[in-house]
T-cell receptor, first 113, second 116 residues
Framework: SQQGEEDPQALSIQEGENATMNCSYK?????LQWYRQNSGRGLVHLILIRSNEREKHSGRLRVTLDTSKKSSSLLITASRAADTASYFC?????????????FGQGTILTVHP | DAGVIQSPRHEVTEMGQEVTLRCKPI?????LFWYRQTMMRGLELLIY????????DSGMPEDRFSAKMPNASFSTLKIQPSEPRDSAVYFC??????????????FGNGTRLTVT
C-alpha cells in the first residue's frame, strides 16, 4: 500500500512561477524524502527532512513537515523548464522498517518556457 | 563514481521465459533495494538487502521472483517463468552505511521489461 499520497497528480505552470506539491502519509515516520524522476531515468534524491524538523531549504527548494497533520510540502521557487519531471515523496518509518522507503504516486510537473 | 549500474536497460521476452536483471551498487554502499514501477501501482519495494543479507522480501509478488546478492558489488533479480503482468520498469537502488539514521537512496536508470 502507498504510504505517501501526493497532491496534485499533475501541475502545469509557466517558467518563473512557483510550484507547490503536497504529500500526506498515514503512519509515524523517521524521516520524509523528496525525489525527482525525469522521463526514462531513475529517481534522484532532492532533500530529506527528519521528523523533528519543520522546514528545510536547499537552493530553490523548500520543504515543510507537519507531523501533527502527517503532511509535507515541496515548494520549487522560480521554476525553470528543466524542472519538468515527476516528483515523489517517500517515507522512512524507521524501527524495524529502518531504511525501507515507501513512495507516493507522484506529481507530474510541467514547466512551460 | 559511476552510480548504480543496471543491465540490461531494456528487455523484451516471451511469456514463460526466464529473465535476469542485474545491478551493481555504488562502491561502499551496504544496502541494496529492488523496486518495480508501473503506472497502475507506482513504485513498489520488492526486496532489500543489508550487508548482502535479505532483510525484507515481503514485496516479492510470488515464488516466480527471486533475488540474490552474492557479494557487495552485485545483485540479481530473476523472474522464472515470466508473465505479461510482470512488464514494468525495475529499479535497483543503494544507500551508504548508516552513520546516522538518514541516508538517501541512489537509483540506477532501471530496466524496462516487456513480456509478450
Amino acid at each position: 500500500s502507498q504510504q505517501g499520497e501526493e497532491d496534485p497528480q499533475a501541475l502545469s505552470i509557466q517558467e518563473g512561477e512557483n510550484a507547490t506539491m503536497n504529500c500526506s502519509y498515514k503512519t509515524s515516520i523517521n524521516n520524509l524524502q523528496w525525489y525527482r524522476q525525469n522521463s526514462g531515468r531513475g529517481l534522484v534524491h532532492l532533500i530529506l527532512i527528519r521528523s523533528n524538523e519543520r522546514e528545510k531549504h536547499s537552493g530553490r527548494l523548500r520543504v515543510t513537515l507537519d507531523t501533527s497533520k502527517k503532511s509535507s510540502s515541496l515548494l520549487i521557487t522560480a521554476s525553470r523548464a528543466a524542472d519538468t519531471a515527476s516528483y515523489f515523496c517517500a517515507t522512512d518509518a524507521g524501527g524495524t522498517s529502518y531504511g525501507k522507503l515507501t513512495f507516493g504516486q507522484g506529481t507530474i510537473l510541467t514547466v512551460h518556457p | 563514481d559511476a552510480g548504480v549500474i543496471q543491465s540490461p536497460r531494456h528487455e523484451v521476452t516471451e511469456m514463460g521465459q526466464e529473465v535476469t536483471l542485474r545491478c551493481k551498487p555504488i562502491s561502499g554502499h551496504n544496502s541494496l533495494f529492488w523496486y518495480r514501477q508501473t503506472m497502475m501501482r507506482g513504485l513498489e519495494l520488492l526486496i532489500y538487502f543489508n550487508n548482502n543479507v535479505p532483510i525484507d522480501d515481503s514485496g516479492m509478488p510470488e515464488d516466480r521472483f527471486s533475488a540474490k546478492m552474492p557479494n557487495a558489488s552485485f545483485s540479481t533479480l530473476k523472474i522464472q517463468p515470466s508473465e505479461p503482468r510482470d512488464s514494468a520498469v525495475y529499479f535497483c537502488a543503494s544507500s551508504s552505511p548508516r552513520a546516522s539514521y538518514n541516508s538517501p537512496l541512489h537509483f540506477g536508470n532501471g530496466t524496462r521489461l516487456t513480456v509478450t
